[in-house]
């Protein structure tokens, strides 16, 4: 249920929220759905990681973007888009690798593939000048010359992105590195990507999409499962959270608030491990968590649960079931990665977050996107702080942004300096009604068109992106 107080102290503690957000958009009060499925009847899901055409100078991927019939409720079919026909595909990636993805496109709208977190070509960062028609084809070159992190594929094609992201395409992306090699941290099997949504879903099976819809989507997945469980050993595991949701934010706290640590967010490892009890994940967004289960004894149910939940719905997300002891050589270190050093900034630009009633349009800095317009044009290897202003106070809207090709650094939330599980890099920053963020981030590399938008996918559905010119 969603318990203000408990909230604010949530907010309180992750630094983060100290408005609670009342709605998303602005709107009739909407009938309730309740989730009539029983919590960890299934499994968790964990995909294998895809395999690759081995070349000599990279790997190749084909994806097709198709519909599927997949069972997500018990007993039922629902009919999805996937990428090769399944949910929640990973794909692993080595720095200093290059992969191509021949996308085909066998659905009937368009899409246009982004890898969300990737500093690629703007020809491949799935611009929507050039989506992919139904029935054509296309190549997207990822040089993978980023630091280690948790990314993961989504269309990025105007108008249809929403839907597509909700009916279900959604890849994790995970690029490693050897300098995370090098580290302690629980490996292979006991690193495991959990991609979190929610969804509304009919009792026959059918996904229901409506635009307007989010607080009408009570069933949570992970994996493509609804509020599965997952049997651990008694030992440490990698965790990588990856929020696949058009709008749904989760606060997640593990069974009675115990302690777990918090290692990455959105551009891989933090500078050093935050011991944490609650962890903020918005839409896009990627957290990277070390839960150690030996301190349960075998036969421990562990919850994870959101705190953020609308009226009637379950805060259960998934659960951990402790079946077997496990020796563990892992651990986390104390160090996990340097901080990067971004430059000295010369550039300021301010970033306006609002929304029109009258046009009903999501706005950044007054305008709605304009596919023929370019908002600014930054210079490449030049450092800029970005002020982020959430202008929603009357509506109370939450709003991110998340500005393509680079990652940044969040400076400051409303004047103070950002806490520790913000230290990492980020590449996307959530601002909450009246709040303020500021930025730096540095453009590097690349020319070219690329997007900067909030990610709550009916806002930008509704207006809120822009787009910028690199230049040298
Ligand atoms: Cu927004």
Redesign the pocket.
């Known amino acids: 249920m969603l318990n203000r107080r408990s909230l604010l102290k949530a907010g309180a503690a992750a630094g983060v929220l100290a408005a609670v957000p009342a709605g ?1 958009v602005l709107g009739a009060q909407p009938k309730r759905t309740v989730d009539a499925t029983t919590p960890f009847t299934v499994p968790l899901k964990v995909s294998p990681p895809l395999r690759p055409v081995r070349l000599a100078d990279y790997d190749l991927y084909r994806l097709t973007t198709r519909e599927a019939d997949v069972e997500i409720l018990p007993g039922t079919t629902s009919t999805v888009r996937t990428f090769n026909g399944a949910l929640s595909p990973l794909i692993v990636a080595r720095r200093g690798r290059p992969v191509v993805i021949e996308q085909a496109n066998a659905l009937n709208v368009p899409f246009s593939m982004h890898l969300h977190g990737g500093h690629v070509p703007a020809q491949s960062d799935g611009h929507p000048k050039n989506e992919v028609a139904p029935g054509k084809s296309r190549l997207f070159h990822y040089p993978n010359s980023q630091l280690a992190s948790t990314m993961w594929v989504h269309d990025h094609s105007h108008h249809a992105h929403a839907e597509n992201i909700y009916r279900g395409a959604a890849a994790t992306y995970v690029l490693t590195d050897p300098d995370e090699d090098r580290l302690p941290l629980p490996k292979g099997q006991y690193d495991v990507t959990l991609q979190l949504r929610d969804a509304k879903i009919e009792d026959n099976g059918t996904l229901v999409y409506d635009l307007h819809g989010f607080q009408e989507r009570p069933t949570f997945l992970v994996n493509g499962s609804p509020r599965p469980y997952f049997r651990v050993a008694a030992r440490k595991y990698r965790f990588r959270l990856v929020n696949t949701s058009n709008e749904r934010a989760f606060v997640l706290r593990l069974g009675e608030g115990d302690e777990f640590t918090h290692i990455g967010t959105d551009g891989g490892l933090l500078p050093a491990p935050v011991p944490s009890r609650i962890l903020q994940l918005w839409p896009a967004e990627r957290q990277e968590i070390v839960v150690d289960f030996s301190k349960y004894p075998v036969g421990s149910k562990i919850v994870l649960q959101t705190m953020m939940t609308y009226p009637g719905e379950a805060p259960e997300v998934m659960r951990f079931d402790v079946v077997r002891g496990a020796d563990d050589p892992s651990s986390v270190p104390g160090r996990l990665r340097p901080v990067a050093d971004l430059g000295t900034p010369t550039v300021e630009r301010q970033f306006a ?1 609002s929304f029109d009633p009258q046009s009903q349009q ?1 706005l950044i800095n007054g305008k709605p996107f304009d596919i023929n317009r370019v908002d600014f044009r930054p210079k490449l290897g030049t450092t800029e702080i970005w002020t982020i202003e959430n202008k929603d106070v009357a509506f109370t ?4 942004l998340h500005p393509h090709l680079d990652h940044f650094q969040v400076v400051e939330r409303n004047g103070k300096p950002a806490g520790p599980s913000e230290a990492g890099l980020k590449d996307t920053v959530s601002v909450m009604p009246g709040e303020s963020a500021r930025i730096k981030i540095r453009f590097t590399e690349y020319t070219g068109m690329y997007m900067f938008h ?3 996918m ?3 559905t509704m207006g ?1 992106m822009g787009q910028m010119e690199m230049v040298r």
């Open positions: 998303l977050m999501h809207i939450p709003h991110s909030c990610h709550l009916g806002h930008l809120m």
